[in-house]
Nanobody, 114 residues
């Protein structure tokens, strides 16, 4: 069994910053890519950013230059630093961990007010 515990999120004004964290535990010996997706009301879940165990990152065009994904291998934790937030970043953000498994976090709400 794999467990993901997310933290961070909340309400922030446009232009502000937030940091999300997601810690993986359990049967994660094959853990490889971790990342973040988001889903706004009425929209499909979409990629925000991912990072592999080797540190290779991938970002959605809409967040490039504003968001930074990082990873602490010793803690099996992935972070998403979100700067210059915009109202259109408002969504539920979900952590994803993959290896010989695929596990979603429970989601954390990010609300950006204009």
């Amino acid at each position: 069994q794999v467990q993901l515990v997310e933290s961070g999120g909340g309400l922030v004004q446009a232009g502000g910053s937030l940091r999300l964290s997601c810690a993986a535990s359990g049967s994660i010996f094959s853990l490889n890519t971790m990342g973040w997706y988001r889903q706004a009301p009425g929209n499909q879940r979409e990629l925000v950013a991912t990072i592999t165990t080797g540190g290779t990152t991938n970002y959605a065009d809409s967040v490039k230059g504003r968001f930074t994904i990082s990873r602490d291998g010793a803690k099996n934790t992935v972070y998403l630093q979100m700067n210059s937030l915009k109202p259109e970043d408002t969504a539920v953000y979900y952590c994803l961990a993959t290896g010989q498994f695929l596990k979603w976090g429970q989601g954390t709400q990010v609300t950006v007010s204009s």
